[in-house]
Nanobody, 117 residues
Framework: QAQLVESGGGLVQAGGSLRLSCAAS????????MAWYRQAPEKQRVLVAR??????DYLDSVKGRFTISRDNAKNTLYLQMNSLKPEDTAVYYC????????????WGQGTQVTVSS
C-alpha cells in the first residue's frame, strides 16, 4: 500500500500561515476521497478537512481559514492554513478515506504545527 509523508509544519506566530504537504509513494489519481486530521497532546485525532470530487468539508473552527487541495501529477495533497491560532497547535496527518470516512492507508508520522500567541 501507499506510504504517506507529511511535511511543512513548523513554528509560526498567531495570524501567520503554513502550507502542509502530504506526499504519497504511488499514484493518487484513483483515490477520490481525501482528508487531513490533527491531534493535539492528550486528545484524539480529529478530522479537519476532507474533499471528494472537488466537494470540501471543514471542521467548523477552521472554516474560512484552511483549504484542502491536491496535485495528482505530484502525488501530493495540500492543506493551506491561514490566520493560524494557538488552538491550531497539533500534529497534522493526511490520508485517503473510504466513503464511511475510515482511513485507507497506515498513518504517517505527521507534521507538527505550533502556533504561538
Amino acid at each position: 500500500q501507499a506510504q504517506l509523508v507529511e511535511s511543512g509544519g513548523g513554528l509560526v506566530q498567531a495570524g501567520g500561515s503554513l502550507r502542509l504537504s502530504c506526499a504519497a509513494s504511488e499514484s493518487i489519481e484513483k483515490f477520490i476521497r481525501m482528508a487531513w486530521y490533527r491531534q493535539a497532546p492528550e486528545k484524539q485525532r480529529v478530522l479537519v478537512a476532507r474533499m471528494s470530487s472537488g466537494v470540501t468539508d471543514y471542521l467548523d473552527s477552521v472554516k474560512g481559514r484552511f483549504t484542502i487541495s491536491r496535485d495528482n501529477a505530484k502525488n501530493t495533497l495540500y492543506l493551506q492554513m491561514n490566520s493560524l491560532k494557538p488552538e491550531d497547535t497539533a500534529v497534522y496527518y493526511c490520508n485517503f478515506i473510504y466513503w464511511n470516512d475510515e482511513p485507507i492507508f497506515s498513518w504517517g508520522q505527521g507534521t507538527q504545527v505550533t502556533v504561538s500567541s
